[in-house]
């Protein structure tokens, strides 16, 4: 049923929802990875696939995370997620991030990864609009290690709701054998285990497909074929699924591209979570299986088998324009909210900067101190929007603005929601799958099909002598 396109997934979500975590696991079982792609493609719930990048570096230097941030709006990611080298450095990295995202598209989501009471409090200050990493697990002595309880975690998902921020639980196959309390049991039945709290918590969505534990799965036979199961999984109950591509596990392209089409070729609400918009030395979550060195191939690649993997191609002269436009954004931000200095130095460099080998230093200790005023003070996102408007960048504040009035309808906290266009929710709600086979579902075609195909090294045979 989950890989015959004439059976609907509106009659499959109430049996998947009506089992046991072993009995759905006894039937992903009998799946080999082509047909769980098959069933991925219905199963996913919104209809538009999309992708998620990460956007750190390892001096935490808020200028290069604005325009990297910037750049990763512009080629297309929906979702940026930030974390930090050194943890005091989150309020900076948080608004620069949400900053830098807003100049390359209005309506891209952020969120910082952090210790859960300050990701919970950045968010309440207005600095992110969703979280990610609110762990779960399938045995309750990792829940206990971890001075969590699957109730505790219930309870911090109602608090981001209660103040309109999105939100997902993360968890994957293998966080338990590392923790070293696997009980004896299968990582893919621990793993549906967590898929279900997730579920009875009232959560829209999960990050899961092993995520930080891969290189467990991915060390044992069928292991890659286990991280898209979960991820099966998880849509099939009806939940978003950000279906990770995340920490590196290999030095092999080929190994590591063919963990990637598992969710590519199907498509998932984020592909990737997420893939690096950074060179890997700069991640700080350890590393993608994908980085900013595989722009180019990833483009192609979409183009080569007409599949939409949430990207596009762009042009040199755009990315240095939204770079530097989101450097002198934050630079804005930072003088109008009494911040360290940016440096006319600083916002060049972070223009041009591939990573953080072409930034110059800050000042580390200025920036930490200011940085952790802004949580002991409450500093809210309405002083950087009113800093934006001050510093010359209407536009960036309205959009700012914007941003912070979604939280207050809260349609965005639906089901698989983005924003897109004109700030228009695309969720499973306005975005329904309705895969039904071929010719239908999701297609790529009309306008974006011409902007994947639209790759600026291609050679036009007109134009060959």
């Known amino acids: 049923m989950l890989c015959d396109p004439n059976v609907k997934r509106s009659d499959i979500v109430p049996l998947t929802t009506a089992m046991t975590p072993a009995k759905i696991v006894e039937v992903v079982s009998h799946m080999n990875v082509v047909e769980m792609m098959m069933a991925m493609q219905k199963m996913r719930a919104r209809r538009t696939p999309s992708q998620q990048a990460h956007v750190t570096n390892i001096k935490d230097n808020p200028v290069q995370i604005a325009a990297d941030a910037a750049e990763g709006a512009w080629r297309g990611f929906d979702e940026q997620e930030t974390t930090v080298a050194v943890a005091r450095y989150a309020p900076f990295n948080a608004i620069a991030l949400l900053v830098g995202s807003q100049v390359g598209r209005p309506g891209v989501l952020t969120q910082c990864s952090l210790e859960e009471a300050t990701e919970l409090k950045l968010g309440m200050l207005g600095h992110t609009c969703y979280a990610e990493t609110i762990s779960v697990y399938g045995t309750e002595p990792v829940f206990t290690d971890g001075d969590d309880t699957p109730w505790s975690k219930g309870f911090l998902a109602s608090s981001y709701a209660s103040r309109g921020l999105k939100m997902r639980f993360t968890s994957g196959s293998g966080s338990e054998v590392q923790m070293g ?10 793993e549906a285990r967590c898929i279900y709290i997730t579920k009875a918590a009232g959560v829209q969505g999960l990050q899961n497909g092993s995520v930080s534990c891969i290189g467990v799965p991915s060390a044992v036979p069928s292991g890659i074929r286990a991280v898209l199961a979960e991820n099966l999984i998880c849509s099939a109950l009806d939940l978003e699924c950000a279906s990770s591509n995340d920490q590196t596990f290999t030095h092999s392209d080929m190994r590591r591209t063919a963990r990637l089409l598992m969710q590519f070729l199907p498509g998932t609400d984020f592909i990737s979570s997420g893939y690096s918009a950074v060179p ?56 109008g909210m009494g911040l360290p200095p940016i440096t006319d130095e600083e916002v060049e460099a972070a223009t041009y900067a591939h990573g953080s080998k072409d930034m110059p230093e800050r000042n580390i200790v200025e920036d930490i101190k200011f940085a952790q005023e802004i949580i002991n003070k409450n500093r809210n996102g309405l002083e950087v929007v009113k800093a934006l408007a001050k510093g010359g960048f209407p536009d960036v504040a309205q959009d700012m603005l914007n941003i912070q009035k979604a939280k207050l309808t809260g349609d965005y906290l639906h089901t698989s929601a983005i924003i897109v ?10 975005d329904v799958n309705d895969y039904a086979g071929p010719a239908t579902g999701y297609r790529l075609q009309g306008e974006r099909w011409e902007e994947i195909k639209n790759i600026p090294g291609a050679l036009d045979p007109n134009e060959l002598g």
């Not at 266009?421 to 306005?430: C, H, I, K, M, R």
């Open 181 to 190: 309390y696997a009980e004896g049991k299968s990582m893919l039945y621990l």
């Open 421 to 430: 266009g004109e700030g228009q929710v695309l969720s499973a709600v306005n």
């Open 280 to 335: 890997n030395y700069d991640n700080m979550f350890a590393g993608s299986n994908e980085d900013a060195e595989d722009f180019d191939d990833y483009n192609v690649i979409q183009r080569d088998l007409k599949v939409d993997g949430g990207l596009r191609p762009v042009r040199e002269e755009d990315v240095i324009a939204i770079r530097n436009k989101a450097a002198r954004a934050l630079q804005a931000v930072f003088a």
